[in-house]
C-alpha cells in the first residue's frame, strides 16, 4: 500500500471546509487516486449533529450546528481539542468496521497513556473514559466514524486544553449523567504538537492492528 500522507492543520478549519475535503479525498481514495490520509487539525467553537442526534440534546446553540453525517450524537469541536479525521481503505484492511472502531479507541487510548492518562473503553458507552481529579469517571475523547464503500470517513477527538464550559451546550454524546475533562483539567501540561507526535509515534501499531484482520479475512 501507499504510504498514509500525514497532515496537519496550525490554523482551526472551519467544518463545512474540512467536511468538503474529507469527503473529496474519501472519494479518491476509493477510486485508487491518493492515497490515504491522516488529518490532524482544530475547529473553530460548534457542535456537530450525528444522525442519531436528539434536538432535545440542543440545549444551547451558543455556536454554529452542523450536520456531520457520521454517527452517533451531539458533539463539541473547538481549539484546544485534537480532531483526528482517518481517511483509510478498510477494502484492504480486513473490511471489519468495529475492529476498525476498537483499535481506533486503542490508539486513542494507547496514546493518552503516554502522558499518564489511564483511559478506557467503558461498555455500552460512547468514547474514551479516565477518572477526573475528583475520582469521578468523565469523557476525556470521541469516536465518530463513517464508512463509504470501505473507505472510512471522521475519526476522533480528544480535550487536550479546551474550554469545558463550551460542553454546556449540549448532551455530548447522549450521555448526560458523566462530566468531560482534559488533559489540561488533568494537570497534564501537553501541546497539541506533543501529543500529535505521540500518535504518530504509536500509529504503526495501529495500523498493524489492521493489517492483521486483513491477512486472517
Known amino acids: 500500500m501507499q504510504a498514509i500522507e500525514w497532515r496537519r492543520s496550525d490554523a482551526p478549519v ?13 472519494a479518491a481514495v476509493s477510486a485508487g487516486n491518493a492515497a490515504e490520509r491522516v488529518w490532524l487539525l482544530e475547529h473553530p467553537p460548534l457542535y456537530t449533529a450525528g444522525t442519531s442526534a436528539d434536538a432535545a440534546e440542543l440545549l444551547d446553540d451558543r455556536f454554529p450546528v452542523y450536520d456531520a453525517g457520521r454517527g452517533g450524537r451531539y458533539t463539541y469541536h473547538g481549539p484546544g481539542q485534537r480532531v483526528g479525521y482517518l ?20 490508539w486513542v487510548i494507547d496514546t493518552l497513556s503516554d502522558f499518564g492518562v489511564a483511559a478506557r473503553r467503558a461498555e455500552g458507552r ?32 480528544v480535550n487536550v486544553s479546551p474550554d469545558l464550559s463550551h460542553f454546556g451546550g449540549i448532551v455530548p454524546c447522549g450521555i448526560a449523567e458523566f462530566p468531560v475533562t482534559s488533559l489540561a483539567a488533568l494537570n497534564r501540561d501537553v501541546t497539541l504538537e506533543a501529543f500529535d507526535a505521540a500518535l504518530q509515534a504509536r500509529s504503526d501499531a495501529f495500523l498493524a492492528r489492521l493489517g492483521r484482520c486483513a491477512r486472517s479475512s
Open 126 to 157: 460512547i468514547g474514551i473514559w479516565t477518572d477526573d481529579l475528583n475520582g469521578h469517571e468523565a469523557k476525556i475523547g470521541a469516536i465518530g466514524v463513517r464508512v463509504r464503500r470501505w473507505v472510512t470517513l471522521h475519526g476522533f477527538s
Open 14 to 26: 472551519p467544518y463545512p471546509e474540512a467536511l468538503a475535503d474529507m469527503e473529496a479525498r474519501a
Open 87 to 106: 481517511t483509510l481503505d478498510l477494502g484492504k484492511r480486513g473490511r471489519d468496521i468495529r475492529n476498525f472502531v476498537h483499535n481506533l479507541e486503542g
